[in-house]
């Protein structure tokens, strides 16, 4: 990368992925100036498609060329598999997200004067270079400022759409309370610095045994922080309407890439703590949220919210994979999350087809599948997918998530009662999961256009949109219509083939996070007496970037 | 750098274009895709990279197709320390023993190997006494590996998969055969749709043709000491290595006789639906009838858990549609309770999964490496101690791992308090899919009972015999009960259906090869009869779009040919001695009237009930007058060429097991007797002489 041999420069190049991103966004905010509406849209999307195409490749290349964790800034930043998995899945979420936008008829793209592809651009670079810096975030400063640096553009991508007053409610709702969010996570982590006297991560652990009350109310705050970002229950309240309300692209970007880089910080959170009490409240977070998120989506009507709360029920379940310990958690959390990309982004695009049509709601629904075979197929497939029934990657995800947790359960910081009770719920929700699932997919195939036999459906939801003018434009045009048919294709493929055959994904997970690195991957806590929290994916924040060097492979 | 060469500048915009014209998202369109190709190319070249391993052996597969044979396996070290070889041995992977075939291995020259060092290993394959057994032979070379990278752990740390014998891979073809015919239907004409039909017919007729043909070929005499545990067709390999499961394959006494009625039973039921409208849909419908039966004999021959459930779910998604699609009135609230009802007696079953592998011993996969825990089902039944286990949450874990299987597969079989979806989803399914629903799905209950919970759980088996027993009373008597009160035939036949699965459950319950060897000889008769009977009822109501029993009278005197199979289905299904109805209830009373007196007793008196509804039905329908309104309907449109087609061969094969079922029961006894041997029971009490 630029300037090989100055360390600070070397330390910089492997940000390089977040880099290209944020200079993508810069590029985009500029030509928003521009006043020809037409080609600032081009620069726009030219620069951000650069910089996603530029901050995979550096994601590839930083990764092939080692698979030591590196740690940066005097161990503020560290960049591991973890960060580089992040990478991967949220640039390819950003990429599905952009191809999805080119179609859609809610991303401002009108020219009414009210033209905002390049801001809307320039805030989905920014949200997704966060998310990995979420995942690579160490330090309690680095932590906030990622929190930061992802809330803001996602607030703003709510509120988008501007003249539509559900988006501009929800967007309110959504500030107000992840400003709060924020705040109450960042005075969380003063208490817990004010106990530990550091601000590593890896040394919050200690507060533990200098003043454990002072480092539970600590860590309970940050966790509340962390579990509204993440949207689960009792957090969740503005993610229905959020998702209901904004552009279907912004909310199956929100649902997948700002989650997975909050999902990680909370998993190295909680596994630097290594406190019983962190993680038995992890655990009854991750049980309530996927209860009461199955629970909630069966009375829904609008399918948005639907796959809303369908999402706080999965945050539930990936939470779920903190509980366990060692390798296989590693594996689990790779199965699932790369199973959930191709899932849910497999629905959201589906979703976005049908609502080019003018269907919103589940009698909205009835009898398209004759109407769009192709959508309903890959909404099918999907939610099949989400359900966890084989052959789909679904099933894949959970089973490793279930095995991770039963063949942990002798090890964990809970008693083995815990994971086992967790798994039966986790399987039982399945079933009412199951029950909404199948509703849409009855809609889709058994019921006819102009079926009134469900009178719930006529009630007034909670949250009603306007049909704004939108709805004049339904239906994409041919190369849209195409790009979107050859997105759920390949979401729906990669569906099936993720179920077929995971080996290479697993194998690959196992090889990358355990696999042969000269690095004890433990956190650096365990002299603070919590050595129960070993675990495979937490870093030592305490390398000095002199190892860097030592950390190089021998050339061959 | 890529993002550049990708920026337009401005002075390339064309500015006659129209502001919405299509061209410019063509354009945008285009660039997306240049770049989503790019970053494709450069993951896969990621992922290349990352399958780097220390320890590479070439081939990773030796197959050998004769005696005294000898092949080379080349050892490679491509990591960057010195790696000792130790230990080099033969693993079996299916059992071995003195006498059975087997694979020798030479000294390595070079017992350490530095980087970049090769070193050859020579494996002889010598046939032990040429029994049937040698058909295929499993094993791997195993190399242990010290001084490799951390995380490995000593010994087997690469494997290679020896097979010797027969590799025609009959049974993937079986089960895989009728999806290949899916694609086939979408490359059907639109103009001649009722092609389609034919495609099908293909596709589920070629397995039928290889199941019998294998069946043909299956060794009856192939037993649980041998080196295969009683299993031919064997088919192995490494599915996901990081789980531990494996793509495993095979029949043996209690599936292979399963298998054949499937294979059967999907063709009839293809021929049943020739009778629907041939138009764009029925694609769809051919196509999940396909993967329905993928699933149903992937079921059957599947032996690794994870394949198993796999399979078993698969079957789900497509009868869901079949119901809900194609259906009767009330085809969506069916569909729907069938697929709530089975999912969580599948999720209770996954349950069960996953308890017994992390409670089972480490195991050696196909191709040598090491497994920390077992999926394989056969290796879970011999060998494994799970009485030793811990308990879990409180509970004996043999009892409640028990239980969790037990109400899976009950849901399934039905058992009488988790029967209510069965009438549902048997009334409202098309003609085609109820035969499947009876004939097939059905009998996956009962074989999961007796492969899971039998064999592997033996104990708990034990422990719940008498209750077991008793649901069997129970469903006899209530599924006859209901079956009487039904003026809907279909329904009737419906709880016939209940009534008949109890014997299978009171022949379980019994532990006595009679008592088994009845269950599943009462299960492949009951597939066949109940086939027939809704393939009657079918053509009935094709005709007049009325199921009521009452609405009928006199049949007999326009439609002789239908009287004739509809009398024969309904004196089969009330266990008419000379076809196979009887067989298995007889070898069920005998099997059970020893240990469950008052239960067989009571199952005996209820044959009383069951004559009675079928007699009762029989007469409406068929004698007394006939009623006018249904003369255009039904005068002289007796049975057609196609629907004599699908109900004769039922029939023959009716009477051919209840004549002579020495057959059938050849194929099932060798099973039985080995279950019998992990039941701990006494094989040589055959109750009664066979009819």
């Known amino acids: 990368m630029n300037g090989v041999g100055a360390s600070p420069a070397l330390e910089l190049g492997r940000l390089a992925p977040e880099a290209f991103l944020l200079l993508g966004a810069l590029g985009a905010f500029v030509a928003a100036a521009s006043r020809d509406i037409r080609s600032r849209r081009r620069v726009a999307m030219g620069v951000v498609g650069g910089a996603v195409a530029a901050s995979f490749a550096a994601t590839c290349f930083l990764a092939s060329s080692t698979r030591v964790p590196a740690v940066l800034f005097s161990g503020v930043i560290v960049v591991d598999g973890w960060v580089t998995f992040v990478r991967l899945l949220a640039t390819g979420g950003l990429a599905v997200t952009l191809l999805a936008s ?127 970002k993440l949207a689960v229950v009792p957090l969740h309240m503005w993610c229905p309407d959020a998702y209901d309300a904004a552009p279907l692209p912004v909310t199956m970007f929100l649902s997948l890439v700002p989650k997975a880089g909050a999902l990680l910080l909370l998993g190295r959170f909680v596994s630097a703590l290594g406190s019983p009490v962190v993680t038995a409240v992890v655990a009854g977070l991750g049980a309530l949220s996927m209860t009461w998120g199955n629970l909630a989506a069966l009375a829904q009507t609008r399918v948005r919210r639907l796959l809303a709360y369908s999402a706080i029920a999965h945050a539930g379940t990936l939470l779920l994979a903190f509980v366990a310990t060692g390798e296989a958690t590693a594996t689990a959390l790779v199965a699932y999350l790369a199973a959930y990309v191709f899932m849910n982004l497999g629905a959201f695009v589906a979703v976005q087809s049908f609502a080019d049509l003018g269907a919103e709601t589940l009698a909205d629904y009835r009898g398209l599948a004759k109407r769009a075979p192709g959508a309903a197929a890959a909404l099918t497939v999907a939610l099949v997918s989400l359900t966890g029934l084989p052959p789909l990657a679904g099933f894949v995800g959970k089973f490793t998530l279930f095995s991770a947790l039963l063949g942990s359960r002798d090890h964990g910081l809970l008693p083995a009662q815990v994971p086992i009770a967790l798994v039966t719920l986790a399987v039982l929700n399945t079933v009412v999961a199951l029950a909404y699932y199948a509703r849409v997919v009855k809609a889709l195939y058994f019921e006819a256009e102009g079926d009134a036999e469900d009178k719930r459906e006529l009630a007034p939801s909670a949250l009603r949109v306007e049909e704004g003018p939108m709805r004049a434009r339904a239906g994409a045009a041919g190369p849209r219509r195409i790009t979107r048919l050859a997105l759920l294709t390949l979401l729906s493929v990669g569906s099936l083939v993720l179920g077929v055959a995971p080996s290479p994904l697993l194998g690959w997970a196992a090889t990358w996070f355990v696999g042969s690195s000269p690095l004890p991957v433990t956190t650096g806590v365990s002299s603070h007496g919590t050595e129960g929290a070993r675990s495979s994916w937490a870093v030592s924040p305490v390398a000095h970037p002199k190892d860097l060097l030592r950390d190089e492979p021998p050339a061959r | 750098m890529i993002g550049a060469d990708l920026l337009p500048g401005p002075s390339q915009t064309p500015f006659a274009m129209t502001r919405r014209g299509p061209t410019r998202g063509r354009v945008g369109a285009r660039r997306i895709a240049a770049i989503l190709a790019v970053t494709l190319a450069a993951l896969l070249a990621r992922a290349a990279g990352a399958q780097a391993s220390e320890l590479r052996a070439e081939p990773a597969t030796l197959v050998f197709s004769q005696a005294g044979e000898a092949q080379v396996v080349r050892v490679v070290n491509e990591g960057l320390a010195p790696v000792v070889l130790e230990p080099v041995r033969v693993g079996h992977v299916t059992g071995g023993a003195p006498g059975l075939p087997s694979f020798s291995v030479s000294r390595p020259p070079k017992p350490v190997l530095g980087p970049g060092e090769s070193t050859e290993f020579r494996v002889v394959f010598s046939p032990g006494r040429g029994d049937a057994e040698a058909r295929q032979v499993f094993a791997a070379l195993q190399l242990g590996a010290e001084g490799g990278g951390p995380g490995r752990p000593g010994g087997a740390a690469l494997g290679v998969a020896l ?48 199941t019998l043909r294998m069946v043909q070929l299956f060794d009856r005499h192939a037993g649980a000491a041998g080196a295969l545990r ?197 009334v409202e ?79 379980l319950g019994a532990l006595t090869e009679a008592g088994l060897v009845g269950a599943i000889v009462q299960m492949v008769s009951h597939g066949l009869i109940t086939s027939m009977l809704f393939l009657c009822v079918g053509v009935l109501y094709d005709r007049t779009h009325e199921r009521d ?82 003369r255009s309907a039904l005068v002289g449109h007796d049975l057609s060429l196609r629907e004599v087609l699908s109900l004769l061969p039922l029939a023959a094969l009716v009477l051919w097991l209840g004549v002579h079922p020495a057959p059938l029961l050849d194929l099932v006894k060798g099973g039985v007797h080995d279950l019998l041997g992990l039941l701990g029971g006494d094989p040589t009490k055959l109750a009664g002489p066979v009819p």
């Open chain 2, 230 to 426: 009683g299993l031919q067709f064997v088919e192995r390999a490494v599915w996901i290595r990081s789980l531990h499961v494996e793509y495993f394959l095979a029949v043996d006494g209690l599936s292979v006789s399963l298998v054949l009625l499937t294979a059967l039973v999907t063709f009839l039921a293809v021929l049943a639906s020739f009778s629907l409208d041939a138009n764009d849909r029925s694609r769809g419908y051919f196509a999940l009838l396909l993967l329905l039966e993928t699933g149903m004999l992937g079921v059957f021959t599947a032996l690794d858990f994870f394949l198993f459930y796999v399979f078993w779910e698969v079957m789900l998604l497509p009868m869901y549609f079949l119901v809900g699609i194609w259906g009767g009135p009330r085809r969506i609230y069916a569909a729907i309770k069938f697929f709530l009802y089975t999912l969580f007696g599948s999720v209770l079953m996954l349950l069960g999964i996953l308890a017994l592998y992390f409670a089972s011993q480490g195991t050696t996969l196909a191709d040598g490496t090491f497994a920390p825990h077992s999926f394989d089902m056969i290796k879970l039944a011999y060998g494994q101690a799970f009485t030793q286990a811990p308990p879990l949450l409180g509970f004996a874990f043999t009892k409640l791992v028990w239980v969790l299987f037990f109400i899976g597969f009950a849901v399934k079989v039905p058992v009488v308090p988790l029967h209510t979806w069965l009438p549902d989803a048997h």
């Open chain 2, 549 to 630: 029993k009452n609405a009928f009278g006199g049949v007999a005197g326009v439609m002789p040919r239908y009287a004739f199979f509809f009398g024969f289905a309904f004196m089969a299904s009330l266990g008419l001695p000379g076809l196979s109805g009887f067989v298995g209830e007889f070898l069920v009373f005998t099997g059970s009237f020893p240990l469950r007196t008052v239960a067989a007793t009571l199952a005996a008196a209820a044959l009383v009930l069951t004559a009675a509804y079928h007699l009762d039905a029989l007469g409406r329908i068929q004698l007394g007058a006939f009623r006018d309104r249904w």
């Open chain 1, 102 to 228: 080119l179609g859609s008829a809610e991303v401002p793209q009108t020219d009414d004067g009210d033209d905002a592809m390049a801001e809307y651009l320039g805030l989905l670079a920014t949200a997704t270079a966060s998310s990995s810096l979420m995942a690579a975030a160490t330090d309690i400063l680095t932590v906030v400022l990622a929190i930061e640096l992802a809330s803001l553009p996602s607030y703003l991508l709510v509120a988008l759409r501007r003249r539509w007053p559900s988006s501009q409610e929800a967007a309110l709702k959504y500030v107000v309370y992840g400003s709060v969010a924020t705040g109450v996570a960042l005075f969380g982590f003063s208490w817990l610095y004010g106990a530990a006297r550091a601000t590593a991560l890896g040394d919050l652990g200690r507060a533990f045994t200098t003043a454990p009350l002072v480092a539970a109310v600590g860590a309970g705050l940050v966790l509340a922080g962390l579990a509204f």
């Open chain 2, 163 to 210: 097979r010797a014998g027969d590799q025609s891979k009959r049974l993937s073809w079986i089960v895989f055969f009728p999806l290949l015919g899916i694609p086939l239907l979408w490359l059907v004409p639109r103009r001649a749709p009722s092609w389609t039909r034919l495609v099908a017919l293909g596709a589920t007729g070629v397995p039928l043709a290889l």
């Open chain 2, 429 to 507: 399914a098309p003609t085609a899919i109820s035969v499947i629903l009876a004939g097939v799905l059905l009998k996956m209950g009962g074989y999961g009972l007796l492969r899971v919970n039998w064999a592997i759980l033996p104990d708990a088996t034990r422990w719940a015999a008498d209750a077991v027993s008793w649901l069997g009373v129970v469903g006899i008597v209530y599924g006859a009960l209901c079956a009487m009160a039904q003026a809907d035939l279909k329904k009737m036949v419906a709880y016939s259906s209940v009534s008949h699965m109890g014997y299978c459950l009171l022949g």
